[in-house]
């Protein structure tokens, strides 16, 4: 007998107190060790064909589904809430795309159904104004199901209307809620037509992967049931398994907004990688070491059990892989601090050097451009790309500030510093005269924070390997350098970029007030254009809430009230997410948190952040505060700026920082500002 766990089990099990989810773990381990059920008190459930009842304790039950030798984990809940669900359902594959679904059994006046549970039938609605809309009226049969709608839903989709469609896309199976909420939000309903299933296992289809799992042995089921929040790292999207699975000609982008599950992707391709090939040894990376840890512990939750993948899939920042690297090939690196760039700065100009230029002008042209692309001569600065930069230079201007360039560089070799771009130059250097990596492949997370050396670096470590490289990012979340072009380092992905279009993570409220912080496309300095427009959200949730407050005072109690209602909702305190723009405002933070009588220290904490740290983390409840006028765009990055192309470009980045920090919210967001607040807030609301 093989055994078979769902989606719905999972998040099931979500709903339990952590005793009864415990229990209800450790009955199914009972259960798949010995499938007769001794001790479980299992019974066939009279009303619901095919479906069985196991006892875990006085209340608590799962629901079980045999089918064709195989046994399914269902559901689990206490007792009438367990039965009913499992009255409500049918598990059947899909008449035309042969795809094994759970199908609720509606009701639907003047018809009855034999197994349907009492429950109120959709009823017109009485929402908004003027003659109902009734978006999925004209669909004929065959466009319902060729995308996965039950025949049963065909005539209860045609009659919903639009104010109703979150609680119909609820009842449906995941690809023809999906394909509706795309076909009601201006998409086409053809673009989701479902791959038809040979004949076979209907649980072998794509559709039906993403919610159901065949389990090998007790160490799998173990490994999926103990991590019920994380069952992405199991049920991938098709579309998704389409880009993981697939062979390459050369490096590939996968993109999409924020929440459409490019790390899910990134971490699934480097496992993907490393099962298919006994001799692959793959590094999955990122650009910082908090997301490199997050990353790790997904990884080890997706090999659970697979322990002889872990050491053939490395996780780490891809500058702590660099400077390992470095250190095998030429020894312990001494890096050079910021700190000490503005010194060498402060004593070139004491020197003479540097014309009318001011030390923060010089600081970022080195920060920003001299360094990022580690330029050694005079004549390679005067070609190098200003794009974001902007401010254009004559030529007794560039010499003037390539003096002090120069002597900033002499300052490093007489210290034995090397900066990040010197050290990944010398790595770049080394891969072109033929040394070699200790990994065939390099998978990257966050890769429009890529900075110039990096992609450099990683063009030199992937060539002549098609299928070396795989990035995954969002060029909207783009926070930390200036635009430039791959191609011109070597990373050509034209026509290897692909875009994610279903955002799992964020509301549709969420998702679509963060969305018009930006552009409706984005072209990068390839030509590359990446859209915004047709994605959807699989949820809805409440509206953001933009609050302005008279001071400080009021706006700690705002914020503190927001944290005390998503605590009385049962969201646990490390799911909160508290974000300001800058280190001076933390302080601003870390009150209002206190406020609340919560604590700011410790892993189950309520997180504390600046925009940038919370980069690719994720929360179920999110407060984005202290968004003032003078906060955000932040006036100490505007101040030296004198050129309005280049103003635009600052611009542009704050409202990707701001976006960045509204997007890491899931269900709930709040966003806060001592009146009259940012200009970026007219957008949100």
């Not at 719905?8 to 989810?21: I, M």
């Amino acid at each position: 007998m093989s055994l078979i766990y769902a989606s719905t089990f999972t998040d099931a099990l979500t709903r339990l107190t952590q005793a009864e989810a415990g229990a209800a773990m450790q009955a199914a381990l009972r259960f798949a060790a010995d499938p007769r059920g001794n001790g479980l008190q299992m019974h066939r459930i009279e009303r619901a064909d095919g479906f069985w009842s196991a006892r875990v304790n006085r209340d608590l039950r799962i629901i079980l589904h045999k089918h064709d030798g195989a046994t399914l984990l269902a559901y689990v809940g206490h007792h009438d809430d367990a039965y009913a669900w499992a009255e409500r359902k049918r598990l059947v594959p899909h008449e035309r795309t042969g795809a094994m679904q759970f199908v609720e059994v509606p009701v639907v006046a003047g018809a009855a159904y034999e197994h349907a549970a009492p429950q109120p039938a959709m009823q017109p609605s009485t929402k908004g104004q003027g003659a109902p809309s009734f978006p999925f009226e004209e669909l004929t049969d065959d466009q319902l199901l060729d995308v996965g709608v039950p025949r049963d839903w065909l005539q209860p989709v045609r009659e919903t209307q639009e104010a109703d469609l979150s609680d119909l896309l609820d009842r449906l199976p995941a690809e023809a809620a999906e394909a509706l909420l795309d076909h009601a939000t201006g998409g086409r309903i053809e673009d989701h037509v479902a791959v038809k299933a040979p004949e076979g296992d209907p649980f072998a289809h794509p559709d039906a992967q993403r919610r159901f799992r065949t389990v090998e042995n007790l160490d799998e089921l173990k490994a999926a049931l103990e991590f019920p929040w994380e069952k992405w790292t199991v049920f991938l999207h098709p579309a998704q398994r389409a880009l993981v699975e697939r062979d390459w000609s050369g490096p590939v982008r996968v993109g999409g907004t924020a929440g459409t599950g490019k790390t899910i992707v990134a971490l699934h391709r480097a496992v993907f990688i490393a099962r298919s090939d006994a001799a692959a040894r793959v590094l999955l990376t990122t650009f910082s070491k908090p997301l490199a840890r997050l990353l790790a512990a997904k990884r080890d939750i997706l090999i659970e059990a697979e322990p002889d993948l872990r050491e053939r899939v490395a996780v780490s920042s891809l500058d702590q892989a660099a400077h390992e690297l470095h250190k095998g090939w030429f020894g312990q690196a001494t890096m050079a601090t910021g700190n000490q760039i503005r010194a060498f700065i402060r004593q070139a100009r004491d020197a003479g050097l540097g014309g009318q230029f001011t030390p923060e002008f010089l600081f970022e042209e080195w920060e920003e451009l001299v360094d990022a692309w580690d330029v050694v001569d005079a004549d390679s600065y005067a070609d190098l790309p200003r794009l974001g930069r902007r401010v254009r230079l004559g030529s007794r201007q560039r010499e003037a500030a390539w003096a002090v360039f120069e002597f900033i560089r002499q300052r490093l070799k007489e210290r034995k510093l090397i900066t990040w771009p010197q050290l990944y130059s010398r790595l770049t250097e080394r891969l072109q005269q033929g040394a070699t990596l200790p990994c065939t492949h390099i998978v990257v997370d966050e890769a429009q924070d890529l900075s110039v050396v990096q992609a450099r670096f990683l063009a030199a470590a992937g060539s002549g390997q098609p299928d070396a490289l795989f990035f995954a990012g969002d060029i909207g979340q783009r926070i930390f350098h200036l635009p430039f072009s791959w191609a011109r380092l070597g990373l050509d992905i034209r026509g290897r970029s692909h875009r994610l279009k279903v955002n799992y993570r964020t509301s549709h409220q969420i998702r679509s007030a963060a969305d018009r912080l930006l552009p409706s496309v984005i072209v990068d300095a390839d030509g590359e254009e990446e859209t915004r427009r047709g994605t959807i959200s699989v949820f809805e949730g409440p509206r953001p809430e933009v609050v302005l407050l008279a001071d400080e005072e009021a706006e700690q109690r705002a914020v503190a009230d927001f944290l005390r209602r998503r605590r009385a909702e049962g969201v646990v305190a490390r799911e909160i997410g508290v974000l300001v723009r800058s280190q001076g405002q933390l302080g601003r933070a870390r009150s209002a948190v206190k406020v609340a009588g919560e604590s700011v220290e410790g892993e189950d904490a309520v997180a504390v952040r600046t925009m940038h740290e919370a980069k690719g983390l994720e929360f179920r409840a999110v407060a984005v505060m202290a968004c003032d006028e003078d906060v955000l765009p932040d006036p100490a990055r505007l101040a030296g700026i004198g050129d309005m192309a280049e103003m635009e470009a600052a611009y542009e980045t704050e409202r990707h920082l701001l976006y960045v920090a509204c997007t890491r919210a899931r269900d709930h967001l709040l966003v806060t500002a001592i009146a009259p607040g940012s200009e970026f807030l007219e957008d949100l609301n």
